[in-house]
Nanobody, 116 residues
Framework: QVQLVESGGGLVQAGGSLRLSCAVSGSIFSINAMGWYRQAPGKQRDVVARITRGDSTNYADSVKGRFTISRDNAKNTVYLQMNSLKPEDTGVYYC??????????WGQGTQVTVSS
């Protein structure tokens, strides 16, 4: 069984930086891709960044050039480095894993608040 635990959220001023971490435990070899999603108040959950098993990455247009997704295989951890944060980046950030079977797994979420 795979579990995802996020950390690193918080309150930051516009222009600041945060790094989110997603620790993965369990059967990591069953994971095909991982990503970060964001859900702003009253809005749907949208993808922010994804990284595949082969280390290909893609980003939402709104975060390109500011956010970087990466992973440390030795630590079974996926990161989201967020720079030049804007108030519109505010929301709950969720770690996602897509298993080889196609099943989606989610972490509990971590709040990011960017003040203007």
């Amino acid at each position: 069984q795979v579990q995802l635990v996020e950390s690193g959220g918080g309150l930051v001023q516009a222009g600041g930086s945060l790094r989110l971490s997603c620790a993965v435990s369990g059967s990591i070899f069953s994971i095909n891709a991982m990503g970060w999603y964001r859900q702003a108040p009253g809005k749907q959950r949208d993808v922010v960044a994804r990284i595949t098993r082969g280390d290909s990455t893609n980003y939402a247009d709104s975060v390109k050039g500011r956010f970087t997704i990466s992973r440390d295989n030795a630590k079974n951890t996926v990161y989201l480095q967020m720079n030049s944060l804007k108030p519109e980046d505010t929301g709950v950030y969720y770690c996602n894993a897509v298993r080889i079977s196609g099943a989606d797994l989610w972490g509990q979420g971590t709040q990011v608040t960017v003040s203007s």
